[in-house]
């Protein structure tokens, strides 16, 4: 698979879709059945690869907000009936939902005392319930949906840290 380029200089999510996804025109027309993209506030990318049995696998997605929504594309390779397939999804939740958002950055502080940004996590959980346990006759254990995004030196570099240092800013403002 072709090593993508840093996402984190665009600012249309069509020019960063463009040299960042393996599949950027299925992405695109996925995301432009949903949403304007002049409208997207903000948004992020991730990708990566893993080994299967049946050979390399990779998974990409974009995370993008308009405001009132978040809207998630992913796709997945994947291996069904002997042959590999592609399998993606575009996903909106109202930013309504959300019921908890933590934007959390790590520093690196060095010999001379100045701080390095190493480390973003933005976690978010809503209130849409996935999965109930019972614990007792009259109670039950409820557990929603989480979303959680990092990017770090190792993982995205500075410029990916901050740009969802940005998205968690404009979503904690649209919420």
């Avoid at 770090?152 to 500075?158: A, D, E, F, P, Y």
Wanted: glycine share 6%; aromatic share 8%; charged share 25%.
């Amino acid at each position: 698979m072709n090593a993508p380029q840093d996402w984190a200089p665009y600012m249309s999510v069509q020019d960063a879709a463009t040299v960042y996804l393996r599949d950027p025109e299925l992405a695109l027309e996925q995301l432009r059945s949903v949403v304007e993209f002049p409208g997207i506030a903000s948004f992020i990318m991730s990708r990566g690869e893993s080994e299967e049995s049946w050979g390399s696998a990779l998974w990409q997605e974009v995370v993008a907000t308009d405001g009132r929504r978040l809207i998630m594309w992913r796709a997945d390779d994947e291996y069904h009936d002997d042959r590999r397939q592609l399998a993606s999804s575009v996903r909106t939740i109202l930013l309504s939902t959300i019921t908890d958002h933590i934007l959390s950055t790590q520093f690196d502080v060095l010999d001379d005392g100045t701080r390095r940004l190493s480390e973003v996590r933005l976690r978010m959980y809503t209130q849409l319930v996935t999965r109930a346990r019972q614990t007792s006759a009259t109670e039950s254990d409820l557990y929603c949906e989480s979303f959680r995004y990092t990017k770090s030196v190792g993982n995205g570099g500075l410029a990916q840290m901050e740009r969802l240092l940005q998205f968690g800013r404009v979503l904690s403002r649209s919420m």
